[in-house]
Nanobody
Framework: QVQLVESGGGLVQPGGSLRLSCAAS????????MAWYREAPGKQRELVAA???????NYAASVKGRFAISRDNANRTVYLRMNSLEPEDTAVYSC?????????WGQGTQVTVSS
């Protein structure tokens, strides 16, 4: 079992920045992927960014160049740095952890971009 605790959401003005954190604990082995998804009202949940065990990353086209995902393996934490935020980035952001056939979700954190 893996537990995920997210933090860092909130209200920010357009053009601003936020950093989300997700700390994993529990039965964690060395090879795993962590990612951030988001779900906006009336829209399907979408992958924002993912980072794999070797450090490879992938991003949604809409956030490439503005968001950066990173991980601290020692602390089993993944971060999502979000710059140049736009109102369209408003959503509930959820952390996702997957290792083999096992996957887990965080509780979600609200990000609201509004003036």
């Amino acid at each position: 079992q893996v537990q995920l605790v997210e933090s860092g959401g909130g209200l920010v003005q357009p053009g601003g920045s936020l950093r989300l954190s997700c700390a994993a604990s529990g039965s964690i082995f060395s090879s795993y992927t962590m990612a951030w998804y988001r779900e906006a009202p009336g829209k399907q949940r979408e992958l924002v960014a993912a980072i794999h065990s070797g450090g490879a990353t992938n991003y949604a086209a809409s956030v490439k160049g503005r968001f950066a995902i990173s991980r601290d393996n020692a602390n089993r934490t993944v971060y999502l740095r979000m710059n140049s935020l736009e109102p369209e980035d408003t959503a509930v952001y959820s952390c996702y952890f997957v290792a083999g056939a096992n996957y887990y979700w965080g509780q979600g954190t609200q990000v609201t971009v509004s003036s």
